[in-house]
């Protein structure tokens, strides 16, 4: 019975790629079907029904978006729930040739979109917007159903993503030029800003909708028009933004979404080489973001890039270590720690810490963990094996270093393969792998310091500078310690940073070029200048 359950999940005819790109179509009998299973190709042991948990059945669509179509293709890769390990879906696996058809779509409409106003481009990001906050319901579902996050937080994703289209339809008018008294008598010049040209968007399965929208909504403002690659464990979210996209009205052209898995490398190298694209917006980790770099050298483009962070979250003896617990919990596992902002290493005045210690485990402990779609939920699962493999890799070197687990410290298998139980190390020490590593999982390492120096030095002490974290009510002390932090963001008495009004984004390894905010949309524009000749002296 399970073995037959198992075969119902194999495609009915199934396509075998090589890397030159040529394609090999089987109907599989019941042999080739469990040889399938077997290599792991296809580990579902069921299918989830999408469409029927949605209330708009039409935003769920198998294929990629080009040209405001859906573009079919022969050539796929399966989607999983990391809750069930059950499939959603199927989704095209494009080659850099069919990635190269989106390209051009994007090029055609950027000609004719560049010329649109600023107001129109923000009413048609205002219409987006509404139409995203419409379907909030079923955007989070599908989001809890390719992350795994509970269901309230994709909801909240939700609403985070559209905050991006709303401020950016504030910011498209505001994208204001300079006047200059120049060095010359007779002339004058002035500054305007232009879009910068088709964008390449790369971005990660940990927010599927508003990694997305946080670029999107920018290079729309701006009069750019993307090509998306979202990742390949979350491409449903990102292909629905898209069809309400062109439901809003934007022009067929300006956002286009291609999936793929196969030729991830490739695509890579496409949106990199591809001399069309003249900007480039990744957020991911670090070592993919210093290969898209180096490969895109040879077109020069203008490059965003977040990459990873490590966090350091400081707790001063003079804050009441309730609050303290209330916003290291927030930041640390929010999204199951599966976010480049969530604290990494927390650490605590030597004179409050086995109560801060003490509070945090009886918080975790209370957590429930299980599938985000069901009620009550705050923890879910991580997003892939690896994922919980990298989790249990820190753990255990953080016990073989003398860390003390005060909760969790395993996997929760009575859940499912990924899911792991929210975590809390005390004695945690700087020779461990969780100083110098980002674990992005639910483990809060907490570290004991002695004086503001050393705990500065400390928190410094990473290659990376994301996100950072420190709670005192001493005024002078914190803006001491947060100017002295080497970080892109720092949250005073708060264990969140993120809002569509402030600068986003980080220094070192953590990349360069700033989301959201006034600065945002400049990503997507360039300077020119015009200076006027002849005109005489000045009055
Ligand atoms: N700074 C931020 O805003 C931010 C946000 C989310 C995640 N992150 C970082 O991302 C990391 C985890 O995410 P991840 O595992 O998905 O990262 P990742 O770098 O593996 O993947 C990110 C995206 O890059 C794509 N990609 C991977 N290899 C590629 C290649 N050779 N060419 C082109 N695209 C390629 C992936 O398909 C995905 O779409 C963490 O380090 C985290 O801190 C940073
Ligand atoms: O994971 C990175 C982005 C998280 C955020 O925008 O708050």
């Given at each position: 019975m399970v073995l037959q359950t198992r075969l119902m999940s194999v495609p009915r005819v199934i396509t075998v790629h090589t890397r030159s790109g040529a394609r090999v179509h089987h109907k599989p009998n019941a042999l080739l079907a469990c040889r399938i299973l077997r290599s792991g190709q296809c580990r579902s042991l069921s299918n989830i029904n999408v469409k029927d948990k949605?209330?708009?059945?039409?935003?769920?669509?198998e294929a990629a978006i080009i040209d405001g179509k859906d573009f079919p293709s022969t050539m796929h890769f399966q989607v999983y729930?990391?809750?069930?390990?059950?499939q959603i879906g199927v989704c095209p696996d494009l080659t850099p040739r069919q990635v190269d058809e989106a390209i051009t779509a994007a090029h055609t409409a950027f000609q004719s979109f560049r010329r649109t106003t600023s107001f129109e481009r923000a009413k048609l990001l205002r219409e987006w917007r509404n139409l995203v906050m419409e379907s909030q319901e079923d955007l989070a579902t599908m989001i809890t159903l390719e992350n795994g996050k509970p269901i309230a937080e994709a909801k909240g994703e939700v609403a985070y993503a559209a905050s991006f289209m709303d401020w950016f339809a504030g910011e498209a008018p505001r994208a204001y030029g300079d006047v200059i008294a120049t060095s010359v008598a007779g002339n004058r010049a002035m500054t305007i800003k232009q879009p910068v040209g088709v964008c390449g968007i790369i971005t990660p399965w940990n927010f599927p909708a508003a990694m997305i929208t946080r670029k999107v909504a920018a290079a729309i403002a701006a009069g750019c028009t993307v090509v998306i690659k979202p990742d390949a464990e979350t491409p449903f979210t990102a292909i629905a933004l898209a069809k309400l996209a062109k439901i809003a009205?934007?022009?067929?052209?300006?956002v286009n979404v291609v999936t793929t898995k196969s030729f991830l490398k490739e695509v890579g190298e496409k949106f990199c080489t591809d001399?069309?694209?003249?900007k480039l917006s990744f957020t991911g980790s670090t070592n993919v973001g210093k290969l898209l770099m180096a490969q895109s050298s040879s077109t020069l483009k203008k490059l965003s890039f977040e990459l990873g962070g490590n966090a350091p979250f400081i707790v001063f003896p003079d804050v009441p270590v309730v609050d303290a617990v209330t916003a290291a919990v927030t930041s640390k596992f929010r999204g199951s720690g599966q976010t480049?902002?969530?604290?990494?290493r927390i650490f605590v005045h030597e004179s409050i810490y086995d109560e801060f210690c003490e509070l945090l485990a009886e918080r975790v402990s209370g957590f429930k963990i299980g599938?985000?779609?069901?009620?009550?939920?705050?923890q879910g699962p991580l997003i892939h094996a690896r994922a919980v493999d990298k989790v249990e890799g820190h753990v255990e070197d953080a016990i073989k270093h003398g860390g003390k687990v005060l909760a969790g410290g395993k996997?929760?298998?009575?859940?499912?393969?990924h899911f792991y139980h929210p975590t809390v190390i005390k004695d945690?020490?700087?020779?461990?792998k969780i100083m110098k590593e980002e674990?992005?999982?639910?483990v809060a390492a907490v570290f004991k310091f002695s004086t503001e120096a050393e705990v500065v030095a400390l928190a410094n002490d990473a290659d990376v500078g994301l996100a950072s974290y420190l709670m005192t009510n001493d005024i002078n002390r914190a803006f001491r310690v947060a100017e002295q932090l080497e970080f892109g963001m720092v949250g005073v008495n708060t264990g969140i940073v993120s809002d569509c009004a402030t600068p986003f984004g980080g220094v070192k390894f953590s990349g360069f070029g700033r989301e959201g905010?006034?600065?945002?949309i400049e990503e997507y524009l360039n300077i020119k200048s015009i200076t006027f000749g002849g005109i005489g002296a000045p009055y």
């Open positions: 949605l209330s708009a059945r039409y935003l769920f669509r729930d990391p809750a069930t390990e059950a009205g934007i022009p067929d052209g300006v001399e069309r694209i003249k480049c902002v969530c604290a990494n599938n985000g779609l069901e009620d009550g939920i705050n996997r929760a298998t009575e859940f499912g393969p945690a020490k700087p020779r461990m674990t992005f999982g639910p905010s006034k600065y945002g």
